[in-house]
Structures are given as C-alpha cells and as structure tokens.
C-alpha cells in the first residue's frame, strides 16, 4: 500500500469510499452503490525528463482528486468543503522514496455549481514523480 492509500483509507475520516476515478458521476445511476462522501484520484498525464542520474526519469503532472457528496440543502450545504479540508490535512505527507512520487501544493480548487442530489469539487495538486528504467 502507497503512501496515498494509507493517508487516504484513515479510519474516521468523512471519506467513505476511495478509489480511482472513471467519470464515475457520469455513471452514478448505473453503477453499485457508492457510500458518500467519496473521494476518486486521477492521474493526469505526467512528462518525463531525464536526470544527470543515469537510468533516472523525473516526471511534473498533476493530480486531481474528486470529492462526490450528497447535497443535502439546506440541512448541510458545505459538507464538500469539510471533506476538501480533510483531504489537505490528509495528504500534507503524502508521497516519498518508496513511492517515488510526492504531491506537491494545491493548484486548483474547482467547485460545480450545478448539481443535482450529487455534488462535485475537485482538488487538484502538482506531483512529481521518478522513475528507474
């Protein structure tokens, strides 16, 4: 399990459900069941650059992580902002030489501002990562 897994599979968080994203709000009706609030990470695409080290890659990209909730107006209009809270505090540390790969500052923060019954915000992040070959 990576650095990411543990930091974001915390027993007591607000996230219930994590996994990799696939259009996944796209498919809400059709799928299984997911328990909400749920987090989906996407890996945007990385370029790589060779290093003076040789047999070393260094990679940019970003990150985009995908917090789905359930709007719950006007009972609860910021649980999405709580769960985003909760992710920044989450993942501080995330990232390392075993992973070879660490998340750097958020970049980006993107709000729907419309939704249905299920509301999505985005938390997007700088990465980089290393690669042997």
Avoid: C
Avoid at 76 to 90: C, E, I, K, N
Avoid at 115 to 122: D, K, R
Wanted: aromatic letters at 12%; glycine letters at 6%.
């Amino acid at each position: 399990m990576t650095s990411l897994e543990k930091a974001l599979k915390v027993e007591g968080s607000y996230i219930l459900h994590v996994g990799v994203w696939n259009q996944n709000v796209d498919f809400m009706s059709e799928d299984t069941a997911i328990l909400l609030p749920a987090l989906f990470v996407e890996f945007m695409p990385i370029t790589w650059d060779r290093n003076k080290e040789r047999g070393i890659l260094h990679g940019k990209g970003e990150v985009r992580f995908h917090i789905i909730t359930q709007w719950q107006e006007p009972a609860d209009d910021f649980a999405a902002f709580r769960v985003s809270q909760q992710l920044l505090s989450l993942i501080d540390e995330v990232g390392g030489p075993e992973d070879n790969f660490k998340l750097s500052y958020p970049l980006q923060t993107v709000t729907n501002h419309n939704h249905g019954e299920v509301m999505e915000s985005i938390e997007v992040f700088e990465a980089r990562w290393k690669r042997k070959f």
